[in-house]
Nanobody, 128 residues
Framework: QVQLVESGGGLVQAGGSLRLSCLASGRTFTFSTYHMAWFRQAPGKEREFVATISWSGGSTYYDDSVKGRFAISRDNAKNTAYLQMNGVKPEATAVYYC???????????????????WGQGTQVTVSS
């Protein structure tokens, strides 16, 4: 069984920064064979894609709404993925979820249905 645990959420002022972390674990889980991604879901809205990173870290892909302000990264030695959020806007307020999918290609996916494992989410609130 794979477990993903997000942390780092909280309250931040508009224009500020926040870094989310996603720690992955599992008895037979090999973090370095998984693509990792961040999604978010605001109240009353569907879950939406934010960013994804390949197993090697060599490829990344962002939603246009966060490109240039957010950065996804990973540390395979620590089984952890990160989302650095800079210049946050009030519309970024949401529960942020970490997700993983087994893949050794560099082809990235942005649809939630393509991901096998999900964390419980961490709340990010941006005040204006």
């Amino acid at each position: 069984q794979v477990q993903l645990v997000e942390s780092g959420g909280g309250l931040v002022q508009a224009g500020g920064s926040l870094r989310l972390s996603c720690l992955a674990s599992g008895r037979t889980f090999t973090f370095s064979t998984y693509h990792m991604a961040w999604f978010r879901q605001a109240p009353g809205k569907e879950r939406e894609f934010v960013a994804t990173i390949s197993w090697s870290g060599g490829s990344t892909y962002y939603d246009d709404s966060v490109k240039g302000r957010f950065a996804i990264s990973r540390d395979n030695a620590k089984n952890t993925a990160y989302l650095q959020m800079n210049g946050v806007k009030p519309e970024a307020t949401a529960v942020y979820y970490c997700a993983g999918r087994l893949s050794l290609s560099e082809r990235l996916q942005s649809r939630p249905a393509n991901y096998d494992y999900w964390g419980q989410g961490t709340q990010v609130t941006v005040s204006s």
